[in-house]
Structures are given as structure tokens and as C-alpha cells.
């Protein structure tokens, strides 16, 4: 089976440029997570899907960050303008939905922002 | 909404030696997860945790819950150098939910 693909791996930006991720989940997985990690930091979530629908946002920035997952399957983040404190890995994951509701995790972005 | 707290945060321990890693959370949880990270890559499914006295092994690391605590351990048994990575406890933000908290990780180091 399959892993969480993301891409692209690295990304280096200069502040106030704008930058998208991509995400495929594993197949059949209904669940797609957003999660920012600062180095030396636990992830933080940013946005939750299920299916097409946004479940949980309230972490994520909305006035610079944008997330969609149009048909229920590959999803995008967007971030415009990046800030210098945007600097992270972006970790994707995704779940089935059912217990015990295991969450696995893509390769991440890592992004640079100069 | 949950917070998960772990300590130590760091730690340097000898091969064949023994410890645990603390993980405490601030409310109720139906669930308690434990993840491995290398540096510069993604995270790696240890245990799920299901319920109150639930013991998980694998090789040398060993996971309990207690949920009446709020408290999950990652038992370490004669630790090896390949074990060296930073260790993630997280839980549901909110009890039957989905999406997780982390803890801020516990970097752990074997030394020969």
C-alpha cells in the first residue's frame, strides 16, 4: 500500500512570496490533516478535512494561510505572503476513520523562508 | 482543550540501560499515541493506546495508559543505539475526536 505523498520536499522562499504544498493521502482515506512542525517542536495541527469538508481550522492562520481538498482526495496548502516564522516542516497525514483512528504521516515540506 | 506535556525533554543514556519517558495530559482521552522521529523525517506509528491499563510492546520500547492518571510511559529496556531518535506522545484535542496534540518530544541519545 501506498504512503501519504507529498510534494514538493524543500521549498526556499524569500518573505512576502507566496508557496503551495501538495498532498495525496492513502487511498481510501477519508481524513487528511495538515500539521506544521517548528524545529526542536511537537507538529501543530493547522487544518483537518473529512472528505471535501473542513472539520477543524481553528489553528490555522487565515489571513495569510489557504488549505483545500476539492474532491475528497489530493489536497492543497497555500500560504500568501509567507513570513519568516512560516519557516517548518508541513506534515501531512491522513486516517480511514475508524478505530483506532491512526493517523500516517507523509515525508513533509520543508520550508525556508528568507 | 488537551494539552500533553513530556519529560524529560531530553535525554542521554548509556547502552544496555534502563528508563521511561513521561507523558501527562491535561483532560479526558480515549486515546494516547506514540510516535518515533529520525532526524529530517517524518513520523513513524509506535503505539495506540486504547484503553486504561493498556500495555503495547515492541522489541525494546514498552508503552502503558492510565487513563485515570492521565498519564502514559514509554519504557525503555537495555537501550540500544539505533533507538536514538526524538519520541512524540500525542492525544485526540477533544475526547472521540480525530485530530491530535503533541507533546513537545523527547530527544533521547544512546551512547556506546
Known amino acids: 500500500e501506498a504512503g501519504v505523498a507529498q510534494s514538493p520536499r524543500y521549498k526556499i522562499i524569500e518573505k512576502r512570496q507566496s508557496v503551495a504544498f501538495w498532498c495525496n493521502p492513502i487511498s481510501g482515506h477519508a481524513t487528511l490533516y495538515w500539521y506544521q512542525q517548528i524545529l526542536g517542536q511537537g507538529p501543530k495541527l493547522l487544518i483537518q478535512?473529512?472528505?471535501?469538508?473542513?472539520?477543524?481550522d481553528s489553528q490555522l492562520p487565515k489571513d495569510r494561510f489557504s488549505a483545500e481538498r476539492l474532491k475528497g482526495v489530493d489536497s492543497t496548502l497555500k500560504i500568501q505572503p509567507a513570513k519568516l516564522e512560516d519557516s517548518a516542516v508541513y506534515l501531512c497525514a491522513s486516517s480511514s476513520g475508524t478505530q483506532p483512528y491512526e493517523q500516517y504521516f507523509g515525508p513533509g515540506t520543508r520550508l525556508t523562508v528568507t | 482543550e488537551l494539552k500533553v506535556e513530556q519529560n524529560p525533554l531530553f535525554l542521554s543514556m548509556q547502552e544496555g540501560k534502563n528508563y521511561t519517558i513521561y507523558c501527562n495530559y491535561s483532560?479526558?482521552?480515549?486515546?494516547l499515541y506514540w510516535y518515533r522521529q529520525d532526524p529530517g523525517k517524518s513520523l513513524e506509528s509506535l503505539f495506540v493506546?486504547?484503553?486504561?491499563?493498556a500495555v503495547k510492546q515492541e522489541g525494546r520500547l514498552m508503552a502503558s495508559l492510565d487513563t485515570k492518571a492521565r498519564l502514559s510511559t514509554l519504557h525503555i529496556t537495555a537501550a540500544v543505539h539505533d533507538l536514538s531518535a526524538t519520541y512524540f506522545c500525542a492525544a485526540p484535542k477533544r475526547i472521540y475526536g480525530y485530530a491530535l496534540n503533541f507533546g513537545k518530544g523527547t530527544s533521547l541519545l544512546v551512547t556506546p
Open positions: 483532560t479526558t482521552s480515549d486515546r
Open positions: 478535512f473529512q472528505n471535501n469538508g473542513v472539520v477543524d
Open positions: 493506546l486504547l484503553s486504561n491499563g
